[in-house]
C-alpha cells in the first residue's frame, strides 16, 4: 500500500447531517459531509446491519452498516492509485473514487459526492419513479376498465342514434321529394292536357277554316273562269259575300296558351335541392375565377387594382375615363370577364353595407350608352338581376320587377349559372337558401353584371369562414 501524504488533515463530519450531498474538494486540506442516513433501504433490502470498517487517511476509523451506507457486501473495491476504499463519487467523471483521489488526485476541483449519498439519490430516484410508474399504472388500468369501457358502450348508442337520426332525415326528405315530385308530374300532366286540349281545339277550328278559305277560293275560280263577262257583271254581290266570307277566316296567331307554362315545373323546394346538391354535392363546383372588365366600368364607379371591388364616387371624385364603346357612361353599371356558355358557373358578392346594387347577368349585347332602358340592368330583356334599393330587394327582368322575401339581410350573395339547364340562381351562401331563380332559354353567351349606387361591392375568390 502507498504511503498516505502527511500534509492531508481529513476529518470526517457527523454521518447525520443532511445539510450537504455534494462537494468540492481541492487542496490540501477540506472539511466534507458525508451523509449517511438512508431510512429507505430498510423498506427495500430487509437486509442485516453488518458493520463495515474502514479507515480515512487520517487514520481514524469510521463505522457504518450496509443498510446505512447502500453498500453492500463484497461491493467494497480499493483504489489502483491510492490503495483506499472507493467511497466517494465523482459527478464531473462519473465513476467511484477515493477520497485521496478528490483531494489530491485526477479528480481534484470536481464535484464530488460521498458513495452512500450517491446510492441513497439513486434509489430514492428509483422509488419515486417506482411509485410514479405504479400510479400512472393504475391509472391506465382504470382507463381502460372503465373509460374505455363506457365509450364502448356509448359509442354503440351514440351511433345507432346517429343511423336513426339520417334515417330519419332522408326519410323526410324523401318523403318530401316524392310527394314534391308526385305533384310537380300532376302539375306538368295537367299542362300537357291544357296544352293537347288547345292545340286540339285550334287544330280543329283552322282545319275548318282552310277547308272553308279553299273552298270560297275554289268557287272564286270558277266563277272567275267560267261566267260569261254578262253574267260576271252582275255577279258583283255574290262575290263580295264570298269575300266577305273568307276575310271572316282571319289569321292564325301563335299564343302562349299553345306553351306549357314553365311555371307548372318550378318548385321552391325541388330548386332549393337541386342548388344545395350543386353547391355542396360530391361534384360541386368551385368558385368561377371571375374579375371586372375595367373597359366597361362606368365613370361613376373605380375599379380596385385586384379588379374585385367597385365602389360608387361621389361627384368631386369623379374623373371622364377614355372613350371606350364597351364602357357605360350614364348608369353605374359594369361587366365580369368571364362568357358563360355552357357549364356550371358559381361566384360569391361581398355587398357589405350597400344600401344600393345590382347583380345578375346579362347579354353582351346590352347597351352602354345612354340613360335609357335599354343600357339599365333588369330594365331590358337582355339582362336579369338581383336589385336592393331602399332596404328592399327584387328581381329584375324586362323592366318587370319581382318583390323578394328575404328575411335576414345576407352580407355576401351567391349566384350559380347553370347552362345545360338554363338556370340562374341567386343563393344565400351562409345557408345555401335560394333567394331566387328563373329559368330561361338564353340565346347568347352570358356576362356576370354589376350596378353600384351606395358604397361598394366585391368578387369574393374564396369563400370566407
Given amino acids: 500500500m502507498s504511503s498516505k501524504p502527511n500534509s492531508c488533515d481529513f ?214 273562269t267560267s261566267t260569261p263577262d254578262m253574267q260576271l257583271a252582275t255577279s258583283g254581290q255574290e262575290i263580295d259575300e264570298r269575300i266577305e266570307e273568307a276575310d271572316g277566316v282571319g289569321e292564325p296567331r301563335d299564343t302562349d296558351q299553345l306553351k306549357l307554362n314553365a311555371s307548372c315545373s318550378n318548385s321552391k323546394l325541388m330548386r332549393g335541392l337541386w342548388a344545395s346538391a350543386i353547391l355542396l354535392g360530391p361534384n360541386a363546383c368551385g368558385l368561377a375565377k371571375l374579375t371586372i372588365d375595367d373597359r366597361t366600368v362606368s365613370s361613376l364607379l373605380s375599379v380596385s387594382e385586384d379588379l374585385c371591388t367597385l365602389t360608387f364616387l361621389p361627384k368631386r371624385s369623379r374623373q371622364s375615363p377614355p372613350y371606350n364603346p364597351a364602357r357605360f357612361d350614364c348608369w353605374p353599371n359594369a361587366l365580369g370577364t368571364l362568357a358563360i356558355s355552357s357549364g356550371t358557373h358559381n361566384w360569391l358578392m361581398d355587398v357589405g353595407e350597400s344600401g344600393a346594387f345590382k347583380l345578375g347577368v346579362c347579354y353582351a349585347s346590352i347597351g352602354r350608352k345612354g340613360s335609357g332602358n335599354d343600357s339599365r340592368l333588369g330594365y331590358n330583356a337582355q339582362s336579369w338581376v338581383l336589385s336592393k334599393y331602399d332596404g328592399d330587394f327584387s328581381f329584375c327582368h324586362a323592366g318587370k320587377n319581382t318583390p323578394l322575401r328575404v328575411v335576414l339581410k345576407p352580407k355576401r350573395i351567391g349566384l350559380l349559372v347553370d347552362w345545360p339547364s338554363q338556370t340562374l340562381v341567386f343563393y344565400h351562401p351562409d345557408s345555401n337558401a335560394v333567394l331566387h331563380s328563373v329559368s330561361h332559354a338564353f340565346s347568347a353567351p352570358l356576362l356576370p353584371a354589376f350596378a353600384v349606387a351606395d358604397r361598394s361591392v366585391t368578387i369574393l375568390q374564396k369563400p370566407q369562414s
Fill in 11 to 224: 476529518t470526517p463530519v457527523s454521518f447525520w447531517d443532511n445539510s450537504s450531498t455534494d462537494v468540492e474538494l481541492n487542496g490540501s486540506s477540506r472539511d466534507f459531509n458525508m451523509d449517511l442516513q438512508q431510512p429507505i433501504f430498510s423498506a427495500l433490502n430487509p437486509l442485516q446491519n453488518q458493520t463495515l470498517s474502514h479507515k480515512d487517511v487520517s487514520g481514524i476509523s469510521v463505522t457504518t452498516s450496509d443498510s446505512e451506507s447502500g453498500i453492500f457486501p463484497g461491493e467494497s473495491e480499493l483504489c489502483v492509485v491510492h490503495d483506499s476504499d472507493l467511497d466517494w463519487f465523482c459527478s464531473s467523471e462519473q465513476k467511484r473514487i477515493c477520497s485521496h483521489c478528490a483531494i489530491v488526485g485526477s479528480c481534484q476541483g470536481h464535484t464530488v459526492t460521498p458513495l452512500a449519498n450517491r446510492v441513497t439519490a439513486i434509489r430514492n430516484q428509483l422509488v419515486d419513479v417506482c411509485e410514479k410508474m405504479q400510479l400512472q399504472a393504475q391509472r391506465i388500468e382504470r382507463f381502460i376498465n372503465q373509460t374505455l369501457t363506457d365509450k364502448e358502450r356509448s359509442l354503440q348508442v351514440e351511433a345507432n342514434r346517429a343511423r336513426e337520426q339520417v334515417v330519419a332525415q332522408v326519410s323526410v326528405a324523401r318523403e318530401a321529394m316524392e310527394e314534391e315530385e308526385q305533384k310537380l308530374l300532376e302539375a306538368i300532366q295537367r299542362e300537357e292536357e291544357r296544352v293537347d286540349q288547345c292545340l286540339l281545339t285550334q287544330r280543329a277550328h283552322w282545319g275548318q277554316a282552310l277547308a272553308l278559305l279553299t273552298q270560297t277560293r275554289t268557287r272564286l275560280v270558277q266563277t272567275l
